[in-house]
Nanobody, 129 residues
Framework: VQLQASGGGLVQAGGSLRLSCAAS????????MGWFRQAPGKEREFVAG????????YYADSVNGRFTISRENAKNTGYLQMNSLKPEDTAVYYC???????????????????????WGKGTQVTVSS
């Protein structure tokens, strides 16, 4: 499956953005989907994950309560609604998909997310103070 993230941009602290992840090539509903981010000079980190049918949602502690992950399988698209953005949310955001991943294990650090099946190109999110 091919993934394309979009929706990034420049926003002031406290603002909102909605990222989209458009999937093509294979049946999107066969894949769990996640969002990750990488800030300059830092490792890529997990942000949020959602199961194939929209359940099994997990968030990183740093975004819990501010970000919402969702998906519309009929539109082959996943989303990340980001509210109350902070300067520390500045990063390139990536979406990824995998048939086997359990997001609970990613959160616990027992699943190496670098091995996920498919990754999209990132979209830049910049939050100014």
């Amino acid at each position: 499956v091919q993934l394309q993230a979009s929706g990034g941009g420049l926003v002031q602290a406290g603002g909102s953005l909605r990222l989209s992840c458009a999937a093509s090539g294979r049946t999107f509903s066969n894949y769990a989907m996640g969002w990750f981010r990488q800030a300059p000079g830092k490792e890529r980190e997990f942000v949020a994950g959602i199961g194939r049918s929209g359940g099994g949602i997990y968030y990183a502690d740093s975004v819990n309560g501010r970000f919402t992950i969702s998906r519309e399988n009929a539109k082959n698209t996943g989303y990340l609604q980001m509210n109350s953005l902070k300067p520390e949310d500045t990063a390139v955001y990536y979406c990824a998909a995998d048939t086997r991943v359990s997001w609970s294990t990613v959160v616990r650090g027992t699943w190496d997310f670098h091995g996920l099946d498919y990754w999209g190109k990132g979209t830049q999110v910049t939050v100014s103070s």
